[in-house]
């Protein structure tokens, strides 16, 4: 038997290239038909595909806006100094020159990062400041204030060892830990964020639920079309694909949707925001979502379309097949 010619070989293998090529372009041009044809398919109903990204959205905006108001307060509290320290009062007969000697010592402690005096003048016309009062007179021979010492401590300090320690010295008359309100401001961030994960999985779990019923009606909707494709051959991947595109769409449009949202939200309350933290003298910077976590929620949300269009399509296209074995 002759063996093929090298030319004939050289032919078999370019043709064998050429099918996977053109194979390759049919399943692309198929692909990019699917993906546009489904975008139609919503365009020309509105009303309903528009009532489901409404849903959609608004089951993302929540818990977006709860890890952004989360995410934001764990961050002003992070910069709280002044406030995540002790105030210690100082015998009334110390002097100046005592205060700072103090000041000194303890500034070389380890667990010690500063240490700040506040004279009696600073300290009255400071608590007058509070009241909004502007004369510091009130008719009072002296000033009864002490020196007042604000020792910073390290950020793994032990407080109440600290401040024990600061108790033994000699002058010192009383130690105030101002920490119990933002222990429990941490403890009650602590909690937002818990809540914010469960409402989180419960909406996105709603979310999928709403696309599989949406997708699961577009199907039963167009079942006569699907049983005359599949009695012409067609594969349950190619039945299947426009249907996954659509619940990509409505990922996405959601997720777009529902960044619109938080845009317009976090617009309509930084000014107020700004004017209350300016009152506390706190500088306030309400973010947004950055541009790389929109994407991320973009594409996330895409993907997850698809799961749910894919759950309810395999079920409907499963009860296709057996009902036409059966037949």
Not at 97 to 117: F, H, K, N, Q, Y
Request: hydrophobic share 50%; proline share 4%.
């Amino acid at each position: 038997m002759a063996r093929p010619r090298k030319n004939q070989r050289k032919n078999v293998k370019g043709s064998r290239w050429a099918s996977s090529g053109d194979g390759f372009r049919a399943w692309y041009r198929h692909h990019g038909y699917s993906l546009l044809s489904s975008l139609g398919e919503l365009i020309r109903r509105p009303v309903s595909a528009g009532m489901t990204v409404m849903v959609l959205a608004l089951a993302l905006t929540l818990p977006l806006g709860l890890f952004l108001v989360v995410g934001q307060v764990s961050q002003w509290t992070q910069g709280i100094d002044r406030l995540n320290g002790l105030s210690v009062f100082l015998d009334s007969e110390l002097s100046e020159e005592d205060a700072l000697r103090l000041s000194s010592e303890w500034v070389v402690w380890s667990d010690v990062i500063a240490v700040d005096p506040i004279s009696p003048a600073d300290g009255l016309a400071e608590a007058l400041g509070h009241l909004g009062v502007v004369s510091t007179g009130f008719g009072l021979d002296e000033n009864p204030l002490p020196w007042v010492l604000e020792v910073t401590p390290q950020p793994e300090a032990d407080i109440q060892a600290l401040s024990e320690r600061l108790l033994q010295e000699t002058g010192v008359e009383q130690v105030i830990v101002d920490l119990a309100w933002l222990t429990r401001l941490e403890r009650l961030i602590e909690l937002a964020e818990r809540v914010a994960y469960v409402v989180g999985v419960l909406l996105l779990l709603a979310f999928l639920f709403v696309i599989a019923h949406s997708i699961r009606m577009e199907v039963q909707h167009r079942r006569h079309q699907i049983e005359v494709m599949a009695l012409v051959g067609a594969t349950p991947a190619f039945i299947r694909r426009p249907f996954l595109y659509s619940g990509f769409w409505f990922g996405v449009s959601a997720a777009v949707l529902a960044l619109l949202f938080v845009f317009v939200a976090r617009l309509s309350v930084s000014m107020p925001l700004r004017a209350l933290a300016e009152s506390y003298q706190i500088s306030l910077d309400f973010s947004g979502v950055s541009l790389g976590a929109g994407l991320g929620l973009i594409v996330g949300m895409g993907c997850l379309g698809i799961l749910g269009a894919w759950v309810a399509v395999s079920h409907q296209l499963s009860s296709v097949w057996s009902r036409e074995s059966s037949g």
